[in-house]
């Protein structure tokens, strides 16, 4: 294995990583199209620069229990040094999970309108409400909750669901606990056994990686800069114990196993009592989505406990079964659940940001006070409102045009799903997922999910994603995404089978 680049990647940098070891016993040549991608060369940055003036204000404490590095800059890191090592190589990326194809005209359009308007007396407007526009809430409404007792006024339009869970922690405080799904998007943190190294070159600064826009050298908001919204967010406002590096987890967290033995769906009679359960569905990474059957029973459970599900619908319009697209399609749904969801995997939205939040108005905390009217304080207190722009573009996805546009272009990335699943199928692989969400689980039983995940890149020049950085129960697993343009799939499909044939 090629020696690996160290950066500095100020805040978001890892000190640590996991194993490079490369071990596979059913590997062939595979032969790879090249690309004349040139490589930014980096300048050298000190990460050891001599301490000045300090001030007298204590660092949160809660803050210094947040590991180092995430899964996605981590997986930039070994990406840039797989660059070095193969500059003619063209890498495809089926990492992350940012969208690839372009915005449908219909919803730009009306942006563009919204934006020329901005620049006449008529048309200009300024703050607008918090809780969003009217037009777009009631659009909310009856598009994804008509005949499921959600009104308008209760959601609330934002930039963005990862948004939205750190308003939610805000409103639930310090003093609560919380259950995820092991595994989830992406919280486990990385060790390193050896530094990372690579000729001629010292550090690389994360400005370098993320301005770097050649094909096959770029890194996104998405790969450098997420930490995981329902972990990190919940260590940072003081509701969990220290990082437990035995077990890579935090203490005072219930980590809820999905795996295939469960199908996916945590076993909740050994699921302890918490305050918030946060719950995917369909699920990033597995790809799995919860029957109704499934969510009945989780909607009794938090019944039972006085609990709290976020629910996180990010991907209901993948969904291609019976399955509910909504919590609210449960009965009872609407005393015990909230929901967040956005239009970034619907419509590419992940540059342009809206998303929005369901808080019913049955919901109430145990002194009965409702939970939306803390919610909309929140709201009012913390943020101005979304985009007047970006919302013109929420209501004309909303439009029958915007809607017949945006699930032409879930087709386009189901086609995708399917060409993966396909290809790992073909190939002998257990493979999950991929029905009602745009990635694939492929199971390597008895490997490292990193070994995997560095077989793939050093012989095929393609990004995956490693099951483990999703939790210990993503440990022999990697995440294909979906997200990606048709060639490169198909192209990555090839690479795949002429790997593992």
Excluded at 161 to 184: E, H, M, Y
Excluded at 386 to 404: H, R, V, Y
Aim: hydrophobic share 35%.
């Amino acid at each position: 294995m090629a020696q690996l680049l160290m950066m500095n990647l100020s805040s978001v940098s890892s000190s640590f990583l996991v194993p490079n070891t490369i071990t596979t016993n059913r590997v062939s040549k595979v032969s790879i199209r090249s690309s004349n991608t040139s490589i930014r060369k980096c300048v050298a940055t000190s990460s050891t620069e001599k301490t000045g003036y300090k001030t007298g204000v204590s660092r949160n404490a809660n803050m210094a229990k947040l590991q180092a590095g995430y899964l996605f800059p981590e997986i930039a890191r070994r990406r840039a040094a797989h660059m070095l090592k193969y500059p003619d190589a063209e890498v495809i990326r089926l990492g992350i999970g940012d969208t690839t194809e372009p915005i449908p005209e219909v919803i730009t359009s009306a942006m563009a309108m919204k934006s020329h308007a901005l620049s006449t007396l008529e048309g200009y407007s300024g703050y607008g409400a918090e809780q969003g526009d009217k037009q777009v809430r009631a659009a909310l409404a009856s598009s994804f909750y008509a005949d499921l007792g959600i009104e308008e006024s209760d959601i609330f339009v934002s930039d963005g669901a990862k948004c939205d869970i750190s308003r939610l922690q805000l409103l639930f405080g310090s003093n609560v606990t919380i259950a995820v799904q092991d595994p989830s998007y992406p919280y486990v943190m990385l060790k390193l056994e050896k530094p990372l190294a690579t000729e001629g070159v010292k550090h690389i600064s994360s400005f370098d990686l993320m301005s770097s826009s050649k094909r096959g050298c770029w890194f996104g908001h998405d790969s450098m800069l997420t930490g995981q919204a329902y972990v990190d967010s919940s260590v940072i406002m003081g509701q969990t114990g220290q990082f437990q590096n035995d077990v890579e987890k935090y203490g005072n967290i219930e980590y809820m196993r999905c795996s295939p033995e469960n199908d996916f769906f945590p076993d909740l009679s050994k699921v302890s009592r918490t305050d918030v359960i946060y719950f995917c569905s369909p699920n990033n990474p597995t790809g799995s989505a919860a029957t109704r059957e499934q969510l009945t029973r989780l909607v009794q459970f938090a019944k039972k406990n006085g609990s709290i599900i976020v629910y996180d619908s990010a991907y209901a319009m993948y969904m291609s079964d019976d399955n509910p697209r909504s919590i609210f399609e449960i009965p009872g749904a609407r005393e015990v659940a909230i929901e967040t969801s956005s239009f970034s995997k619907y419509a590419g939205f992940t540059g342009v940001r809206l998303g929005w939040t369901v808080v019913p108005k049955e919901l109430l905390f145990s002194d009965g006070f409702p939970v939306a009217k803390d919610f909309n304080r929140i709201v009012c207190t913390c943020f101005n409102g979304a985009s007047n722009i970006a919302q013109a573009g929420g209501l004309a996805c909303l439009s029958p045009e915007g809607l017949k546009a945006m699930r032409k272009v879930i087709r386009f990335y189901q086609e995708n799903t399917q060409i993966i699943v396909d290809t790992f199928k073909s190939l002998g692989f257990n493979v999950y997922g991929g029905t009602n969400a745009p990635y694939v689980w492929v199971h390597f039983p008895g490997r490292s999910s990193w070994d995997v995940f560095s077989e793939i890149l050093e012989k095929t020049h393609v990004v995956t994603t490693p099951g483990s950085g999703f939790g210990p129960g993503g440990e022999g697993f990697i995440r294909v995404s979906a997200f990606g343009h048709r060639a490169d799939v198909l192209e990555a499909s090839k690479r795949f089978k002429q790997l593992y044939k």
